[in-house]
């Protein structure tokens, strides 16, 4: 089975940096996504890696390391807008088709 | 682009009843999925049509969950003798043709289901 865990909460301060952690146990998966979500949203997606390293767009970064079972996404310059909830997700070998979301973690920026 | 809208937004009904969601998908999309989210929660599949086939189907969608893509466009997803544990929000997506390993995922606003 696939299963991934994130913080559930992580606070941060305005113009500052802050890193969110995913460790994951699955058999086998084409790559690590990130998706935002705002109260009341829809899931938006971030950013998406399909082999080790780090991928980089504008403030947002995302790495990933299949070796280690890790990945994180990385938001620069924070600002409150990027107040909301943030999910790892990936999709199995076993079923391409589905994503399978982490539980979330609600990143809440102060001023 | 209109992106993904759903219908109705919110829902509040009594157990034992039926009820139907609406996702209209962007117009040029040949894939669609539904989710089932609950309150801090990732969303959980539930189920996959590629045009009008429903491909897959998660072995969360009891048999009082029905989804149907009848013409390959919009899709309905109907829950029969609702109970209180299908309170949840209910969210579509759509994809457009690629490789459903990279494709990316557009979500709709949801519906918010509340059984009473």
């Known amino acids: 089975g696939q299963s991934l865990e994130q913080p559930s909460e992580v606070t941060a301060v305005e113009g500052a940096i802050v890193q969110i952690n995913c460790t994951y146990q699955?058999?086998?998966?084409?790559?690590l996504s990130w998706y935002q979500q705002h109260d009341g949203g829809a899931p938006t997606f971030l950013s998406y890696?399909?082999?080790?390293g780090l991928e980089e767009t504008g403030r947002f970064s995302s790495f990933l390391s299949r070796s280690d079972s890790y990945g994180y996404l990385l938001l620069q310059e924070l600002q409150m807008k990027d107040s909301a909830s943030y999910f790892c997700?990936?999709?199995?070998?076993?079923?391409?088709?589905?994503?399978?979301f982490g539980s979330g973690t609600r990143l809440s920026i102060r001023p | 682009d209109t992106g993904v809208s759903q219908d109705p937004r919110h829902k509040i009904t009594k157990r034992g009843q039926n009820v139907t969601f609406r996702c209209d998908p962007i117009?040029?999309?040949?894939?669609l999925y539904w989710y089932r989210q609950t309150l801090g929660q990732g969303p959980e599949f539930l189920t996959y049509?590629?045009?009008?086939?429903?491909?897959?189907k998660s072995r969360l969608l009891s048999d009082r969950f029905s989804a149907e893509r009848p013409k390959g466009s919009f899709s309905t997803l109907e829950i029969q003798r609702t109970e209180q544990g299908d309170s949840a929000m209910y969210l579509c997506a759509s994809s457009s043709q690629g490789i459903p390993s990279t494709d990316t995922q557009y979500f709709g606003p949801g519906t918010r289901l509340t059984v009473l």
């Open positions: 890696n399909a082999l080790d």
């Open positions: 049509f590629q045009n009008e086939a429903q491909l897959e």
């Open positions: 997700a990936v999709r199995a070998y076993s079923s391409a088709s589905k994503i399978i």
């Open positions: 699955t058999s086998g998966f084409y790559g």
């Open positions: 117009s040029e999309h040949n894939r």
